[in-house]
């Protein structure tokens, strides 16, 4: 973890330096969008690469049986429920627990009531609106969420650090109509 902190660092002060040393005299601001446009992508390219080494480090060290979507989501259901599926304008109802990959807890529904959502309306992490459409009310599973699919750059200024990498363990307890 502690070379991902040095990359992030450098990547902070490297993108420190792209927006602090142009003359502004010489470029106009369409000039300027347009020469920061190309690396701020191969950054963003870079840490998602990072980000999905340290999942699959992590992933493996565990055995786990997971699959990836094209976003980047990890995802895995280790128990099958008989119950309706999810979908987009239903709300979800579930027990779930938060954990960065140290295995910090930042969040259980064990110390507060079950999270309840309308899926596809968003107030919660695009990783989580995603994976929850994978399942079936009674099923359990586990979604390992990259930050671009979280809380991104800043965390939740609260329990997650910024550029964190989440685990969700969620059992879907209920799928309705309102």
């Not at 992030?8 to 142009?22: A, K, V």
């Not at 870079?46 to 094209?70: F, G, H, P």
């Not at 009531?113 to 079936?136: A, D, H, M, T, Y």
């Amino acid at each position: 973890m502690q070379a991902i902190h040095k990359i992030q660092y450098f990547l902070y002060i490297l993108l420190i330096t792209l927006f602090s040393c142009s003359d502004d005299r010489k470029n106009r601001p369409e000039e300027k969008k347009a020469n920061l446009k190309e690396p701020l992508i191969r950054i963003n390219k870079y840490l998602i690469e990072k980000d999905a080494e340290a999942i699959e480090s992590y992933v493996k060290r565990r055995n786990w049986n997971m699959t990836v979507t094209e976003t980047g989501l990890w995802y895995m259901i280790y128990k099958k429920g008989s119950g309706k599926k999810a979908e987009k304008g239903k709300i979800a109802t579930l027990y779930y627990k938060v954990n960065l990959l140290d295995g910090t807890l930042c969040y259980s529904s064990d110390s507060i009531n079950p999270k309840r959502f309308k899926i596809g309306q968003g107030g919660v992490e695009s990783g989580l609106e995603e994976g929850i459409l994978f399942l079936r009310q009674g099923d359990k599973a586990r979604f390992i969420i990259p930050p671009h699919l979280a809380h991104g750059l800043l965390g939740d200024e609260d329990k997650i650090p910024s550029r964190s990498i989440i685990v969700y363990d969620i059992e879907l307890l209920n799928i309705s109509d309102y």
